[in-house]
């Protein structure tokens, strides 16, 4: 007779988008919408007139420093990825004042199209590590000298195939 077990993983579930049921429509509360709704229609200020589509508002400007030229100037800052809140972070810890990382409207189309680089190469370097990790364990099995002691380090190998393309890491901007 098999035992049920209690539905446990929905404990680990990061709660990252939060669903608010309203009386007409839901509403997806995000991190990266906490200043505004970035393009969800649902969540516009304004509500939508003479049978037009609402529109959420722009993500707010913050003073900063542009990612694309360097100079201080007003953006749209950077959402909060790792990376970049470890920078903020580390740069909180030493007590040195904070530096928002933004992109002028000058500079958002560029950086839009260095994000979207970013996101095609650590695609397709994913698909090298699995295809890593693949080969490796295939070509053991071919060979006949497959054991478990192969695992850790074809796991290890394709780890570090797969954050190849972070040290060309570029944060997502609105």
């Known amino acids: 007779m098999p035992v049920r077990m209690p539905f ?3 404990l680990f579930f990061p709660l990252r988008n939060v669903i608010i049921r309203h ?10 919408l906490y200043k505004g709704a970035w393009g969800n229609p649902a969540m516009a200020k304004q509500p939508a007139k003479d049978g037009k589509v609402a529109r959420a ?4 400007m913050e003073d900063g420093v ?12 950077a959402g ?8 903020r972070w580390l740069r909180a810890a030493m007590k040195q004042p904070a530096k928002h990382t933004i ?15 970013f996101d095609s190469k650590k695609r397709s ?8 990790f ?6 053991s099995v071919a060979f006949g000298i497959f054991g478990l002691w192969l695992l850790p380090p074809a796991l290890l190998g394709a780890f570090f195939v797969a954050m190849l393309p972070y040290f060309y890491y570029f944060p997502p901007f609105g």
């Open 103 to 117: 992109a002028c409207s000058e500079h958002l189309e560029e950086a839009r199209a260095k994000r979207a680089k």
């Open 134 to 139: 693949a080969i490796v364990m295939l070509c």
């Open 8 to 10: 446990v993983t929905a």
């Open 80 to 87: 909060p990825s790792i990376p970049i809140r470890l920078a």
């Open 125 to 132: 370097y994913l698909l090298g590590a699995i295809a890593f």
């Open 57 to 60: 508002h722009a993500p707010a």
């Open 23 to 32: 009386k007409y429509h839901i509403k997806v509360w995000h991190p990266q």
């Open 66 to 77: 542009c990612i694309i030229c360097g100079e201080g100037r007003k953006g749209i800052p």
